[in-house]
């Protein structure tokens, strides 16, 4: 399968590569970063090698991976964002993260849109979950904004973790509606 490149109005995603390490290992180090990601934890170099040949062999299998976010028209590492398989359920994970500079642009939103739309365009996924530990209400506003759906907290590796999901048809509703807004159609009416 390819290694898709995906754009919005502000950035472009590419696949990551093996060239890609340390910028992704300095991005999931950063204490800031690493707080809610890696319960943070200070990762060593090979856990990240480790991260992008799993994504490089996604992206083989299924056509789905992680994404390096640049802005658009720039080669800057602002952060990376994904899909990835959660062990303990075999369910795939929205996974999102940008450098602390960053934050509060709307860059995570952006970004993730793109991924799910490529999730359930290209590769026909049926449900993608979005995870994320308690206190970290920031990326929770992230999955409500993408239009994920609260299923619960539950205990993770004994942390307590917000699970979130969308499937397909509501995301290709919202997506309808999204497009109907803009043209007027709906005007400032959401469901």
């Known amino acids: 399968m390819s290694q898709p490149r995906l754009a919005t109005p502000r950035l472009a995603l590419r696949p990551c590569s093996r060239a890609d390490l340390d910028a992704l290992h300095a991005l999931w180090i950063d204490a ?11 990762i060593e170099r090979c856990v990240a090698a480790d991260v992008i040949e799993a994504s490089l062999a996604s992206f083989a299998a299924r056509g789905i991976g992680m994404w390096v976010i640049e802005p658009r028209g720039g080669a800057a590492l602002l952060g990376f964002a994904g899909l990835r398989e959660i062990a303990e359920d075999e369910e795939l ?10 934050w509060g642009r709307g860059y995570a939103v952006e970004a993730s849109r793109a991924v799910l739309a490529h999730g359930f365009g290209a590769a026909a996924l049926d449900r993608i979950a979005g995870r994320t530990d308690s206190p970290n209400r920031a990326s929770a ?9 609260f299923e619960g907290e539950r205990l993770v590796d004994g942390r307590s973790t917000l699970h979130y999901a969308i499937e397909r048809g509501e995301w290709e509703r919202r997506m309808r509606e999204a497009e109907q807004r803009a043209r007027g159609e709906l005007g400032g009416a959401r469901r």
């Open 93 to 102: 994970e929205l996974l999102y993260g940008l450098l602390p500079a960053h």
């Open 32 to 42: 800031q970063v690493r707080r809610f990601l890696w319960d943070d934890r200070v």
């Open 141 to 149: 506003r992230v999955l409500e904004r993408l239009g994920m759906r």
